[in-house]
């Protein structure tokens, strides 16, 4: 039996740059005190740490500028429960601003990552699209690949 999980490999560029990301826009300022994603984990990926960072938005919808860093990383054990695993894991910032009706940029990053085609980390993708969309299964398993990345943001109140 195979199994498909939709989700985007890693590779060694995607954690020491900012190609991969998943881009959200609030409707109201928020304090953010962590975003919650998922990895999936397939058989045993060589990797220390993943870490998560908020950039602004430029043209093409591209990370522009770093603005936050998360002030914890995730260290290889804590994702790497079980092989061939999906893995919900979040990141803490420390209470930060976010601004109504402007577009962030959820980049991660990581140390000693070294993927090979037999055991790599991938980000999974949201599925509905986005997922608390309403109705909620608006979309077709056609379109899954279109889904930007899983993103929760935990945030207190302004």
């Known amino acids: 039996m195979t199994y498909k999980v939709w989700a985007v490999d890693f590779t060694s560029d995607d954690m020491t740059g900012i190609s991969k990301f998943v881009t959200f826009k609030p409707n109201e300022n928020i304090t953010v005190r962590a975003l919650r994603t998922n990895f ?8 220390t740490s993943l870490n998560a960072k908020i950039y602004s938005v430029g043209p093409d919808n591209v ?10 990383v995730r260290t290889k054990a804590e994702i ?6 999906d893995k919900s894991t979040y990141f803490t910032f420390n209470d930060v601003l ?17 993927p090979t085609t037999n055991s790599y980390l991938a980000w999974r993708l949201a599925f509905p699209d986005p997922v608390y969309r309403d109705p909620l299964f608006t ?14 943001i935990i945030a207190g109140d302004f």
């Open 98 to 114: 976010i601004q109504a009706n402007t577009y962030y940029n959820l980049v991660i990053n990581g140390t000693g990552y070294i």
């Open 139 to 152: 979309y077709g398993f056609s379109n899954i690949n279109r889904c930007p990345y899983a993103l929760e």
């Open 40 to 47: 999936i984990v397939y058989n045993d990926p060589v990797f």
């Open 63 to 72: 990370p522009v500028e770093l603005i936050y860093s998360s002030t914890d």
């Open 80 to 85: 790497h429960t079980l092989p061939n695993g």
